[in-house]
């Protein structure tokens, strides 16, 4: 079966700019989520979908992080304005039952703010 | 805060040698999964495990947790350089009101040298 696509690989973008982040889950995927991973940390929980409905958003810093699931398929993370710190891997993640018995990631999209 | 330490942060061996790699927290949880993540792309599934006292074994690779259900270890037998990589544990466990979350360790790097 075809992976979690997800692109960009890579994006540079300078402080104050807006990106957009594109995912595609593994087909009949109904869960699909967007992690945060810093060079060196494990892997933090920005947003869970249920179909195109948040299931979470608790850590999802919603002044400038916005994410959607248009008809429970793909969805997009979008930064809006970017700051320094948010320079990371995302990673977005999609499984077929309870996350907490594992899932298939993305290979994840490096952004690097200047 | 329930946290889970991993140890060691970095390993670096010779090929063919054994090694294990330690994820332990004061908390009890669920359950736990194992991760290997290889530069530039997103972790991947090894294992997850459920039962105190589980063992699982992949190939070269074994797996336990421990009784108590608030450690586990994974065993390398003749590591190859193709298990060079980014180690990481991932538990559930139960916060007030029965919402579960899932914690993740920072990960232990292992370099297998040839």
């Known amino acids: 079966e075809a992976g979690v696509a997800q692109s960009p690989r890579y994006k540079i973008i300078e402080k104050r700019q807006s990106v957009a982040f594109w995912c595609n889950p593994i087909?009949?995927?109904?869960?699909l989520y967007w992690y945060q991973q810093i060079l060196g940390q494990g892997p933090k929980l920005l947003i869970q979908?249920?179909?195109?409905?948040?299931?979470?958003d608790s850590q999802l810093p919603k002044d400038r992080f916005s994410a959607e699931r248009l008809k429970g398929v793909d969805s997009t993370l979008k930064i809006q304005p970017a700051k320094l710190e948010d320079s990371a891997v995302y990673l977005c993640?999609?499984?077929?039952?309870?996350?907490?018995?594992?899932?298939?990631f993305g290979s994840g999209t490096r952004l690097t703010v200047v | 805060t329930q946290l889970l330490e991993q140890s060691p942060q970095f390993l670096s061996i010779q090929e063919g040698e054994n090694l294990t790699v330690y994820c332990n927290s004061s908390s009890v949880f669920s359950s736990l999964q194992w991760y290997r993540q290889e530069p530039g792309e997103g972790p991947v599934l090894l294992v997850t495990v459920v039962t105190g006292g589980e063992v699982k074994k992949l190939k070269r690779l074994t797996f336990q947790f421990g009784d108590a259900r608030k450690d586990s270890s994974l065993h390398i037998t003749a590591a190859q350089p193709g298990d060079t990589g980014l180690y990481l544990c991932?538990?559930?466990?139960?916060?007030?009101?029965?919402?579960?979350?899932?914690?993740w360790g920072l990960g232990t790097s292992l370099a297998v040298n040839p």
């Open positions: 993640a999609s499984s077929l039952l309870d996350r907490f018995y594992g899932y298939t």
């Open positions: 991932a538990g559930t466990g139960f916060f007030a009101g029965n919402n579960r979350k899932l914690i």
């Open positions: 087909s009949g995927h109904a869960t």
């Open positions: 979908f249920q179909n195109n409905g948040v299931v979470d």
